[in-house]
């Protein structure tokens, strides 16, 4: 078996790989602007709440949150699917480091222009909507990227809870084949490419909405 | 008629007096100054009128109501006044244009169209019609200066309010300002405009208030409060930013003249002075 | 849940050579990261380009591929070549080499900070390279990035547990054992859990110090 048969042997799994990184990503995107949102226009005992979630959820290891979900909750009578399970765990941990991402970036904004658009009279979930939001976005892309790429490099973990991802497929194809090297070599190089691909991916979607004037 | 009233207002903050009963009226089509030190509560006083600040006493009566009072839509009373800020708060993610018709299309709801037309002669009013697709960033400080106006001039506010319009602008451009407040009050466009430019409150041709120490201590038409008999603490005032001006002359010999005129004799120097 | 905490109570010394495993794994490998990373920074940042573009080559593949493929490279791929290390050593080696690249990254951002006249005036002073990179670039850069530097010490405390996916018996390995022995997977991962969050907030409070004691003053902390 040539190493180019084994790395299309193992872009079966890219496909998952793929589904489980964007399916996290959007999570903790969803979870981090909530987060930061809710913080930023909340009561100040909502703000600790937050704070508090930010917290924690930075503390614990994706895989223990994982486990907590996958294999724990059935304890509690709750079944979870291990895509779902990928996501209450990875996602929003991601949802929590890109909250303060976004708490940062939020910060970027200029505070005369939310006065300004208060002495318009614009309400202030529109402020958030029609100022601060499409401007904290732009501020945040790089602190986003770096979030994705955590994600995507702590996909693999899938394969514990059953998806058949790049990892799960090496992991039976080293069994079968006992070249272990080459195969986690080819897998290695096959994250990297997907890491390439999802950082220009992001930066050309970036250039292509750039204001001048305002980039994070 | 008179348009707004202000009527003893008072802001306490923090154990400081603030506004320290301030009371004035603005007619309709009327263009007044309110000049003053940094520090003196003008920009808080602009502030107290739209209720982006709280007064702690006195009373405001915009068009007829009572804007302090309970029960009172702010963000209605918001959309009658049109505010100028001192650093033009132009939104940094919006062109020109889109500046412009942003409350048209969320505060309005407006069509797309409607708005942009709408928006563009307002534009070109400011005679920007010809920038309407850049971003702030690529506008000059004069630039955003006409965009913010059209901004605040495209939801046919009853008042326009100016927070030190020349402050962040090279003293050319001060002029251009004057200009367009000239522009305006032909055009019976209600003005209230806050500054401590003493250029500015002499050449704009309306009433001038002095506000200190969040007191009103004089009141007049230009020559009235700048002449002989001038309050002592106009004098003192003047007598600062007379020096101010001259000392940062040196530094940059290109804009001398236009911040308070020092030299001129026509200029307010002259007039206190004599 | 009580039940389950007399559980532990009775493997408390597992449970106990778990939690010292997992700490001198994370101590051992922020260590030898953080002396990978200054290795790797000095690499990037002398000599010629094309050493430049090796070093950065290597930061940018480590940040861009799961430390655990890594990992299983060493544990699972290596014994086939007939190999065989130990689940501690393939951990440090792997963590080492993945943690020495974030770090190198968190000292080359500090660096493009630093005042480039600073470091013309050493030179012409007279101070060979390897003594301007000792005594002016490595002490401001290493005090710059002190925030991220003790960041990435909570992040390998967090990411020892996957030394547990190579049989290193570590704290969740220990607890994963507990959970099967006792059937009950949510009070152990939840216990599990909540000793990380107590673990990470003692390294928490430990930073804020660090940062206090070491951030110069008057100058800006790199993001």
């Known amino acids: 078996m040539s190493f180019l048969q084994i790395l299309l042997q193992l872009a079966g799994g890219v496909g998952y790989t793929i589904m489980v990184t964007v399916a996290c990503s959007l999570t903790g995107v969803v979870v981090g602007l909530g987060v930061a949102m809710l913080s930023r226009i909340g009561p100040p005992w909502l703000r600790g709440l937050l704070g508090a979630f930010t917290f924690i959820f930075r503390a614990v290891p994706v895989l223990v949150l994982l486990f907590i979900v996958f294999f724990g909750l059935p304890n509690a009578g709750l079944r979870v699917p291990p895509l779902v399970a990928m996501m209450l765990s990875l996602g929003v941990i991601a949802g929590a480091y890109l909250a303060e991402v976004f708490r940062g970036a939020f910060d970027s904004v200029d505070a005369s222009e939310v006065l300004a658009a208060e002495a318009m009279g614009l309400s202030r979930f529109q402020i958030l909507r029609l100022i601060e939001i499409p401007q904290m976005l732009r501020f945040a892309v790089p602190g986003m990227i770096n979030e994705f790429t955590t994600v995507l490099k702590y996909s693999p973990f899938a394969y514990t809870v059953g998806i058949p991802d790049v990892m799960k497929e090496a992991m039976s194809l080293s069994a079968t084949t006992l070249r272990g090297v080459e195969i986690y070599l080819a897998v290695g190089i096959i994250y990297f490419l997907i890491y390439k691909l999802l950082v220009t991916g992001v930066w050309a979607l970036e250039k292509r909405t750039r204001i001048p004037g305002l980039t994070g | ?274 | 849940m009580a039940s389950f905490l007399a559980l532990m109570l009775e493997y408390w010394p597992q449970v106990l050579s778990g939690l010292g495993n997992t700490l001198l794994l994370a101590a051992v490998i922020s260590v030898t990261g953080l002396a990978g990373g200054v290795v790797v920074f000095y690499l990037a940042i002398s000599g010629g380009p094309l050493r430049r573009r090796l070093t950065e080559g290597y930061i940018s593949f480590f940040i861009g591929t799961p430390l655990i493929v890594l990992l299983f490279l060493m544990y699972y791929g290596l014994p086939q070549w007939g190999l065989k290390l130990t689940p501690f050593t393939v951990a440090v080696i792997g963590f080492t080499l993945n943690v020495a690249a974030y770090n190198a990254r968190y000292l080359m951002t500090a660096f493009r900070g630093l005042d480039p006249d600073e470091l013309q005036a050493a030179r012409a002073q007279g101070f060979s390279d390897l003594q301007v990179f000792q005594l002016v670039i490595l002490p401001q850069v290493m005090r710059l990035s002190v925030p991220a530097l003790t960041n990435q010490v909570i992040l390998n405390l967090k990411d020892s547990s996957i030394a547990f996916l190579i049989q290193y018996a570590e704290f969740f390995a220990q607890m994963q054992d507990l959970a099967i022995r006792s059937f009950r997977f949510l009070d152990a991962y939840l216990v599990a859990g909540a000793v990380y969050l107590a673990l990470v907030s003692v390294v928490v409070v430990a930073a804020r110090w660090l940062e206090r004691r070491y951030v110069l003053p008057g100058v800006r902390r790199a993001r």
């Open chain 2, 1 to 274: 008629m008179t348009l707004l009233s202000v009527q003893d207002l008072k802001l306490e903050y923090d154990g400081r007096i603030i506004l320290d009963g301030v009371s004035f009226d603005l007619a309709q089509g009327e263009l007044k100054v309110i000049m003053g030190p940094s520090g003196s509560g003008k920009s808080t006083l602009l502030r107290c009128l739209n209720r982006l600040a709280t007064p702690t006493g006195g009373r405001v009566v915009f068009e007829g109501r009572d804007v302090l009072g309970p029960g009172v839509d702010e963000r209605a009373l918001r959309q009658r006044i049109g505010f100028v800020f001192q650093n033009f708060a132009l939104y940094r993610h919006l062109t020109a244009l889109q500046n412009v018709t942003l409350a048209l299309r969320h505060l309005r709801r407006m069509p797309a169209a409607e708005a942009d037309e709408r928006a563009l002669r307002q534009l070109a009013r400011m005679d920007m019609q010809a920038h309407a697709h850049k971003y702030p960033a690529q506008l000059s400080g004069g630039q955003k200066q006409r965009v913010a106006i059209a901004r605040a001039l495209a939801m046919d506010p009853a008042v326009l309010f100016f927070d030190e319009p020349t402050s962040a602008l090279d003293p050319l451009m001060s002029r251009e300002v004057v200009n367009i407040l000239h522009q305006l009050r032909d055009e019976r466009v209600s003005m209230l405009c806050v500054t401590h430019d003493l250029y500015l409150a002499r050449a704009a041709g309306g009433r001038v208030m002095f506000l200190d120490e969040g007191r009103i201590h004089a009141e007049g038409e230009v020559d009235e409060l700048f002449g002989p008999n001038a309050d002592p603490r106009v004098r003192a005032f003047f007598h600062q930013e007379l020096r101010q001006a001259q000392t940062a002359q040196p530094i940059d010999a290109a804009q001398p003249m236009d911040q308070a005129q020092p030299a001129g004799p026509s200029g307010p120097a002259g007039l206190a002075e004599r």
